[in-house]
Nanobody
């Protein structure tokens, strides 16, 4: 059974940084791609970034140049380094693999 557990969220001022982590377990083999999504209450979940098993990344236009996704296949950890945070980055951030989701970690950007 796949389990995804996010951590690292918090309150940060505009322009600040946070690093999110996702501990992934229960896989029988290295998952090809792991994703980050985010959601504001009342809105659909929005794709943020993805990382393939080979380290190929893809980003939403809204976070390109500010966020960096990475993964450690040995430790089955997915990370999201978020720099230059903006008010509009406030959301619940989720780790995702196919139909499996973590419980989310909350990021609040506020002055």
């Amino acid at each position: 059974q796949v389990q995804l557990v996010e951590s690292g969220g918090g309150l940060v001022q505009p322009g600040g940084s946070l690093r999110l982590s996702c501990a992934a377990s229960g896989f029988t083999s290295d998952p090809y791609v792991l994703n980050w999504y985010r959601q504001i209450p009342g809105e659909p979940r929005e794709f943020v970034a993805s990382v393939t098993r080979d380290g190929i990344t893809n980003y939403a236009d809204s976070v390109k140049g500010r966020f960096t996704a990475s993964r450690d296949n040995t430790n089955r950890t997915l990370s999201l380094q978020m720099n230059g945070l903006k008010l509009e980055d406030t959301a619940m951030y989720f780790c995702n693999f196919e139909y499996d989701w973590g419980q989310g970690t909350e990021v609040t950007v506020s002055s």
